[in-house]
């Protein structure tokens, strides 16, 4: 198959992604959970925190998690920064998720981010925009604290190394984060933030390094994130040294949805 081939399969799957009635464009509201038991508009029982845990209080009302009703008080611990769990009520999926505090997140399949999606506008693909690089791994993977798009909320990643390439002859060095699927993850800004992409960062994921440590970096596959579709995700910003001081015309531009 061909380059451009190869890129547009990958972008009809990415679309079909995003297009999931409970995933990102789904979001109807972010709430952060309190010390004391408190209701929410449209949500079952009560929800609240400690300094370890979420938990919900049903309180008669139906709801399941990981097929099972939900009849006494659920105890939720999480990871700081990582994935979510899922609370099931009715039409809507109560996400919970850590990031510092909890948090809890209604996916509705009738969201009107959703329901109006058109795909996500990019630019062409260029082979220019792919480069040979090399991943050189820390002595330790090293914790890697990164701001975010909610002000006063931070995350923190484990960076096991970074990425150099060459464009025009100019060497490029990025971190890297460990990808959720394997391989590598890469947040970046570039000249291009904020004029036709979204300004507060794009991802690309990069596979594992061959034995000798060599990468491909192709920015046609650069994406989103969950923050540039909707105003209720507290996705991270781009580690310090992130930004690539050329215009980086490949991958996803500005959604729709922030373009208006």
């Known amino acids: 198959m061909t380059f451009v081939g190869e890129w547009q399969d990958w972008h009809t799957e990415r679309e079909q992604g995003l297009a999931d009635p409970y995933g990102w464009l789904a979001l109807v509201s972010l709430d952060w959970l309190e010390d004391s038991p408190r209701s929410y508009p449209g949500l079952p029982g009560q929800w609240w925190q400690d300094t370890e845990a979420a938990y919900f209080d049903p309180q008669g009302d139906s709801a399941t ?155 046609n596959r650069a994406v989103n994130l969950p923050c540039a579709f909707t105003d209720f995700a507290t996705c991270p910003l781009p580690p310090e040294g992130n930004r690539l001081p050329f215009a980086v015309e490949a991958g996803e531009k500005t959604p729709y949805e922030r373009s208006a």
């Not at 850590?98 to 009738?110: A, F, N, T």
């Not at 260029?126 to 909320?153: H, I, K, M």
């Not at 490029?172 to 394997?182: E, P, V």
């Open 65 to 219: 998690y990981e097929g099972k009703p939900v009849t006494e008080v659920l105890r939720l611990e999480l990871v700081n920064s990582g994935p979510g769990v899922r609370v099931l009520a009715g039409d809507v999926e109560i996400e919970v998720a850590r990031r510092s505090g909890y948090l809890i997140r209604v996916h509705d399949p009738k969201a009107s981010v959703l329901r109006d999606f058109r795909g996500v506008p990019t630019y062409e693909p260029d082979e220019s925009f792919v480069f040979d690089g090399v991943f050189e791994p820390f002595d330790q993977p090293r914790p890697t604290t990164v701001g975010a798009v909610v002000e006063g909320l931070s995350h923190v990643y484990t960076a096991p190394g970074i990425v150099r390439f060459e464009r025009d002859g100019v060497e490029h060095t990025l971190t890297a984060f460990n990808g959720k699927d394997g391989g590598l993850s890469i947040l970046f800004t570039d000249e291009t933030s904020g004029v036709t992409t979204y300004a507060a960062n794009r991802s690309l994921a990069v596979a594992s390094p061959t034995a000798d440590g060599a990468v491909t970096v192709d920015f």
